[in-house]
Structure formats: C-alpha cells, structure tokens
C-alpha cells in the first residue's frame, strides 16, 4: 500500500510541472478554487496518478474532492 | 453561496465571450435558402458549419415526403411514444433502420441527445462501470452520469490506454460497457475502432458506439465507420443522429448483437417525452433511401473534404486531423479564433467557433463542416475566405503544419 504521504508528493511534483509554476504547494491547497485547475485539468491529473499508482480512479467521486490532501487519501484507499 | 450565484457565473462567463467581440453563440441565420447557403445579419454566407454532410435538408424527394405528412398526420404526436405517440410511420422508420443497419432492432428518439442517454442510463446501473474516451460528447457523459454506474475515461482514441484500464477491472469488465464514438465532432479524427473492438473483446467489456457523424458517409452504403472496416458484427450497440447526414432531427439506438427492443419500456428517454412530429419521421424516411444509394453524395462529400484540407494546410493552417467531413483549425488563442471566426463571416463563410471549455484540450478552433451539397465554386470560395483570414492573422507566413501528422 502506497503511504498518504508519498501520494500528496507525487500530486505536489505533477502540479508543479504544470500548474504551479514549479512550486510545491501546501496539501491543503483547494484545487480549483486556489490553483485554478479546470474540471478538464483535474481528470488528466487524475490520469496521471492513476498510472503512477496503477489504480483505477472513478470519476463520480470527483464531487468530493477539494484539495490536494482530499485527492491523496482518495488514492491511498484504492492502493 | 445563492442558488442564483450560477446565474452571474454563467453571465460572467457570457461576458467573457462577449469581450472577445464577436457573437458566434448568438449568430443567428434568418434565411435558409438552401444546404449551403443561407442569411446571417442580412448577409448571404456560405453555410460551412452545420454537419449538413449529404445536404439532405433540401432534398425534394425529403422536403416533399415532410410536407406530405404534416398534411395527412399533422404537425405533431402531442405526446409520448408509450402514450399517444407512436404513429405508423416511427414504426416504419425502426424496421427500415433495422433492415439498413442489419441490426435486430432499433429504437427511435427524438434527438441523438436523447439516444445517447436514455441508451446509456438504460443499458448501464449501479454496480456496473462506464469506460468512456475522454473526448466523449456531452450527452455521453450525461447518460453514464445519469446511469450510476461507476465512470472511468480512458485516453482519448487510445486502445493502449483503453487496455490498460480494462485490466486493472479484472472481473469486473464482464459489467462494463466502453464508449466510443465514430467521427470526433470537434476535430474530426477518427477512432482506431477495429483496435478498440479488440481489446474489449479480449476483456470480455461491452462496446457502445456513438456513430453520429460517420452514419451515411462511410461506408460502401453509409453504414458508416464499422461498415468501412468491415466489423459491424463486433459492435455491441450503436447509437446515431438523424441531424447530420440525415438532414432533420432524432436520433437512434441498435444492435446486431442484442435485441434492444425490449429495452422501450426500460427508457425513461423514450417513454417520457413527445416522439418526433410526423413531418420529421417521413423526412427522415426518405433520407434514409437516399443514403443507401448514396455513393455519389459521399464521393462528392470526400472530394470536397480533400480539396479544403489540401487548401488549408497550403495556407499555414494547422489542422485537428486527416481529412474528413469536420476540418478544424486550431488557433492560438480564444481571441484570435474569434478574429478569425469574424473575419470568415466578412469573407461570406459560416463556420463554427469553438472556445474552450467547449473543446477538447482547452483548445481553440474554427470549425468547419463540409457537405457533398457544396458546389466546386463553393468550395474555392470558402478556402478563399480562409486566406483572407490567413493574411489579416498571421504577421508572417506559416509553415504549412497538420496537428495530427
């Protein structure tokens, strides 16, 4: 099993390389509202990590997803 | 926050368009004198930007099948199919689509909207999962939404990613049913389906094609994109449009493999709405003949895609995809596509602009529509009005690039 940690990390590294200019941001950082990601940006993030972690993401679950830290323990649980 | 809060995000979002100086959503055409010619604030255009594919919308033997009928049935079923609506002629549209397409039955809707989610809601539940490509069209995703399935999207016209997720489902792609489409709506590329039907067999998934835009240009009789690789047999279910190539309005679901008939009493789509007027359902009827024996509509259709594909990429256009019937250009910037968008409509040339989020990509394009109606002199006058565009956009020339080489 993936530990939540090493999940917030691989989210912080793949917004950094696209969204926050390089930065890492806090996991508390709300992805739309704060980042600015677009419903679109957010499924290829998703995609992303579905390939890191070789789980299997349901889109339906997105609604309940903010932050980086929600996006985290969503994809520790389907590890 | 206020329920009304949607209404200023949506009129923000509507000013946002509104400062990009031009009125594509709101253009409206007010005559229609013919498939490819029409008004647009007083202005003759070129109609290149409404999937009008074989330019049956002013066929005489559909115009006068429509007229006919508004005259013997009327101008409309006033109600449902399970109720008040389903007249002699809904029943014979099904069996001849059905004996067209060689499917075991096949189901009318009012729109291709409706087709895609009743069929989708219907066939799919909770408990089952929905892998969908990622550029599906909005009423795909409304139908897996609306089904309670579990969605997953695989990357857009990837069987390798298509795979990929498949697997990590295991037993459960035996409850799983992919979507895909046909012809893309935005870019005009075409899905490696053999590919996709491959890999959901080795799965054992279920397959759903959404065949609105290849439907009656593809294919030896226009049975579309499956007819043409010769794999109709290996579609689950199809789903079509009556408003490209068929010229008026409604929509299809179908099958070879399964008989959806049964399926009626199941859609909530078909049985609580209005079912398509009379005049539609004759004019459509028609259509469907003229597709059959269509080949010199579709020979025409390629012909006309070729040239205006070979005339944009010689301009410095880059281009969404190979030729086909949707030839869009993607632009820099949403600001520029409006410019651009404009500056075809002062060149006499209607086509579509697409910002996003309405693109895939957060791309912005200028969509352009062909048709087998547009003359050869059409044609050139269209390419024309791009190189009007092309000398008021780009400060230097461009190298002649397509996107999807």
């Known amino acids: ?79 | 926050m206020s329920l009304l809060q949607k209404l200023d995000a949506a009129r923000d979002f509507q000013d946002q368009l509104g400062q990009l100086g031009v009125n594509a959503i709101g253009a409206t055409i007010d005559v229609t004198g013919s498939a490819t010619e029409g008004k647009i604030e007083g202005k003759r255009v070129i109609l290149a930007g409404t999937n009008n594919y074989l330019g049956l919308t002013f066929d005489p033997a559909c115009i006068e099948a429509a007229a006919q009928a508004v005259r013997t049935h009327g101008t409309g079923t006033t109600g449902s199919r399970l109720a008040n609506g389903t007249y002699a002629g809904h029943a014979a549209l099904e069996r001849e689509l059905s004996a067209f397409l060689g499917t075991r039955s096949a189901i009318a809707f009012t729109t291709g909207y409706v087709a895609n989610v009743g069929a989708i809601s219907t066939l799919a539940g909770p408990g089952d999962v929905i892998m969908l490509d990622a550029d599906s069209h909005a009423s795909i995703y409304e139908g897996a939404k609306l089904s309670g399935a579990e969605i997953y999207r695989f990357r857009h016209n990837d069987p390798a990613d298509l795979d990929k997720r498949l697997r990590r489902l295991g037993d459960r792609c035996a409850r799983t049913l992919v979507i895909v489409e046909s012809l893309y709506s935005m870019l005009g590329d075409v899905a490696p389906l053999d590919q996709f039907c491959e890999v959901v067999k080795r799965h054992g998934a279920f397959l759903l094609l959404d065949d609105a835009h290849s439907f009656g240009i593809m294919g030896e009789t226009g049975r579309g994109l499956a007819e043409a690789l010769g794999i109709e047999d290996e579609i689950d279910f199809v789903t079509g449009t009556f408003s490209k190539s068929l010229g008026s309005v409604g929509g299809f679901f179908a099958s070879r493999k399964h008989d959806v008939a049964p399926l009626r009493s199941q859609i909530r789509a078909y049985m609580f709405t209005a079912s398509s007027t009379p005049s539609v359902i004759a004019s459509t009827r028609a259509a469907l003949k003229r597709v059959a024996q269509g080949q010199a509509l579709r020979s025409q259709l390629w012909k006309n895609c070729q040239r205006v594909h070979e005339g944009l990429t010689s301009l410095g256009f880059k281009l969404g995809a190979a030729p086909s019937p949707v030839i869009a250009s993607l632009m820099d910037s949403p600001e520029q596509a409006a410019a651009a968008w404009q500056a075809l409509l002062d060149a006499g040339v209607y086509v579509n602009l697409v910002v996003p989020p309405g693109a895939p990509k957060n791309l912005s394009l200028l969509r352009c529509s062909l048709s087998a109606a547009h003359t050869d002199e059409q044609v050139e006058q269209i390419i024309e009005g791009y190189a009007a565009v092309a000398q008021r956009l780009f400060d230097q020339p461009r190298a002649a690039a397509s996107a999807y080489a």
């Open chain 1, 1 to 79: 099993m993936i530990s939540y940690d090493e999940c917030v990390s691989e989210i912080q590294t793949l917004l950094a390389q696209s969204h926050s200019g390089g930065s890492i941001v806090p996991p508390e950082s709300d992805l739309i509202d704060e980042l600015g990601l677009a419903s679109l940006d957010v499924m290829e993030l998703i995609e992303a990590l579905e390939d890191r972690f070789d789980v299997a993401f349901p889109i339906n679950e997105l609604g309940d997803v903010r932050t980086i830290a929600d996006l985290a323990q969503r994809i520790q649980n389907l590890t």
